[in-house]
């Protein structure tokens, strides 16, 4: 994505979100309107709301690379937030608000009448609010300095902007007015490319058999495969033959990641790498031994690997097919391009040239 | 007894629904609002049919998820086994319960204003 985009998407976003907040806007102000909006929320827009709340980068992407690295058992954390709902539902939530009480502390001191127990809650609430206001404001900061190259703090203030605009006017009627709104968003942009991936992926899969039975290295010969005919009706496909759109970089992705097993169901290693913008891991699948190294960082960096463990071997870049010089016994030096990463494939130099022959 | 007789014996007669607003006639309420014993009774009857019910689907929730690790730990294919019901048979009974919990609690509520409004 470049910025051209950027700025007028998170502007949009923002004006969009104040927007349906001010829809929430009820004129007549009592305290049951602001902290349970008269409980007037049914429970679509409820669990819509806390939905939203839940769906973010941690819980999405953060869960998929869990399972990613350490395999299925990491799906009891989301197994974990829901059976937590339950819990909360059974001991808190209904008794809470059959007591009248509004928020947590007031519930403490109706139910233990201890002026200590609600100051105790009410530090509790304050630090737990805290420790989930800083990664998400920090995250906000980060996530807009990467796309439009703006200061650290921008992002940060402009989500306490809105948000607390939000909810001084508003309330918990038009908060929660704008937790469904996020969410609803957030679930499309997320599903709208997983589904694009899902339809790619199924798409390649014709020729997959084929290629694998083949030599893998020669990736860079295979052609446009049968996903286009899939994906006829896109508009952007006419761009196929060039190599540079959207659609076409993203089959490749996939055609490499088919063809090399590891990348789905191998070992994980981390190396070391001499620079912290860059991180390299390695693969493992019977003999398919992935490299993938990125950089994190938005200007060009060099690092060095030990590979020496990998003595006389080629990286072979997936992408393009390009031998790279062998691995030996000095520390291996790549420079990678501003947020860049390399594909490799570490071929022994024996078995390739049993297969050429 | 301020209400004259007649009105009386229409409430007899009909269903006991709504017309029951006689004074010293809806004993339960003026109990629970005196905070006598009997009226600390009845709140303690709704308090604990609550809370009956929250610990029931606690017990459920805890039988249902806790054995999970050992059938995983023991079934052949332990990593399909994790993604199927991990990755989507949970969530079902879990809805489940927790309405189960909601009609439960909104009916004993129910059961205890009838309690209160009809006696």
């Not at chain 1, 769906?55 to 350490?70: D, E, N, T």
């Not at chain 1, 959207?246 to 790498?273: C, D, V």
């Not at chain 1, 420079?335 to 390399?342: C, E, I, K, P, Q």
Request: proline share 5%; with cysteine; hydrophobic share 50%.
């Amino acid at each position: 994505m470049n910025s051209a985009y950027t700025v007028p998407a998170v502007a949009l976003v923002a004006v969009a979100t104040a927007f349906v907040g001010a829809f929430g806007l009820r004129i007549s102000r009592t305290t049951s309107d602001f902290y349970v909006a008269s409980r007037t929320v049914g429970p679509r827009l409820n669990a819509a709301a806390i939905s939203g709340e839940y769906l973010s980068a941690a819980s999405f992407l953060g869960i998929a690379g869990l399972v990613l690295l350490q395999g299925p058992d990491m799906l009891w954390y989301p197994v974990g937030y829901t059976a937590g709902y339950l819990v909360l539902l059974l001991f808190v939530a209904a008794p809470l608000r059959r007591s009248g009480a509004y928020t947590l502390p007031d519930f403490a001191e109706a139910r233990l009448a201890s002026q200590g127990v609600r100051r105790l809650a009410g530090a509790f609430v304050v630090g737990v609010g805290w420790l989930y206001l800083l990664p998400q404001l920090q995250g906000a900061g980060l996530t807009l300095a990467v796309l439009t190259g703006a200061p650290d703090a921008l992002g940060a203030l402009i989500v306490a902007v809105v948000v607390v605009a939000t909810v001084a006017a508003g309330g918990m009627r038009s908060i929660t007015f704008v937790q469904a709104f996020q969410y609803w968003l957030k679930l499309t942009a997320l599903l709208v490319p997983a589904l694009f991936l899902v339809l790619a992926w199924q798409g390649d899969g014709q020729h997959l058999g084929s290629d694998l039975q083949g030599d893998g290295e020669t990736v860079a010969e295979a052609g446009p495969g049968q996903g286009e005919v899939l994906l006829d009706g896109v508009q952007f496909v006419g761009q196929r033959g060039e190599g540079s759109s959207l659609l076409h970089w993203t089959r490749r992705m996939i055609e490499i990641r088919k063809q090399n097993p590891a990348f789905g169901l191998g070992s994980y290693t981390e190396l070391q790498s001499s620079n912290p913008a860059v991180i390299a891991f390695l693969r493992e699948y019977k003999d398919d031994l992935v490299l993938c190294v990125n950089n994190f960082s938005r200007f060009a960096q060099p690092t060095e690997l030990d590979l020496s463990a990998f003595d006389g071997r080629h990286p072979v870049e997936l992408i393009g097919g390009v031998r790279f010089p062998a691995i030996g016994e000095l520390p291996y030096l790549l420079t990678l391009a501003g947020h860049g990463f390399y594909w490799f494939r570490l071929t022994k130099v024996a078995s390739r040239i049993g297969r050429r022959v | 007894m301020p209400q004259d007789p007649t009105e009386r014996r229409v409430v007899v007669t009909g269903p006991p629904r709504r017309a029951r607003r006689v004074p010293g006639q809806a004993r339960p309420r003026t109990e629970i609002a005196e905070q006598t014993t009997l009226g600390h009774t009845y709140v303690r009857s709704l308090i604990r049919s609550q809370l009956r019910a929250a610990l029931t689907v606690f017990a459920v929730l805890v039988l249902l998820v806790g054995p999970l690790p050992l059938v995983f730990a023991a079934a052949p294919q332990a990593r399909r086994l994790t993604w199927v019901v991990l990755g989507f048979c949970l969530y079902g009974p879990l809805v489940l319960l927790a309405r189960w919990y909601v009609r439960r609690a909104e009916r004993n509520e129910r059961d205890f204003v009838r309690l209160v409004e009809d006696r």
